[in-house]
């Protein structure tokens, strides 16, 4: 079975910031993109940001300039580096590992985190 948990997220001023971190664990050969989703009351989920195995990144319009991805290949890490937060950054953010190999699976997978919570007040 394969994992994804992620951390870091509460509640922080505007102008803040607040750096989140997803671990993935299980039975895994390699993974693709790991990246972090959100996904804000009455609005539908969005990209946040993600990182490829050649280490391009890609970022939603919304956060580029304030926000920054990194992964962690050995560790099975992604952190998302969250800078000058406004209200608007309300959301439940979620961790993402697409193109999941696991160990005696010609196939791949995609999975998802439970989410974590990150609240900025005005």
């Known amino acids: 079975q394969v994992q994804l948990v992620e951390s870091g997220g509460g509640l922080v001023q505007t102008g803040g910031s607040l750096r989140l971190s997803c671990v993935a664990s299980g039975s895994i050969f390699t993974i693709n993109t790991m990246g972090w989703y959100r996904q804000a009351p009455g609005k539908q989920r969005e990209l946040v940001a993600l990182?490829?195995?050649?280490?391009?990144?890609t970022y939603g319009d919304s956060v580029k300039g304030r926000f920054n991805i990194t992964r962690d290949f050995a560790k099975k890490t992604v952190y998302l580096q969250m800078n000058s937060l406004q209200p608007e950054d309300t959301a439940v953010y979620y961790c993402?590992?697409?193109?999941?190999?696991?160990?005696?699976?010609?196939?791949?997978?995609?999975?998802w985190g439970q989410g974590t919570q990150v609240t900025v007040s005005s």
């Open positions: 993402n590992a697409g193109g999941v190999k696991k160990f005696f699976d010609l196939g791949t997978h995609e999975y």
């Open positions: 990182v490829s195995l050649d280490e391009t990144t």
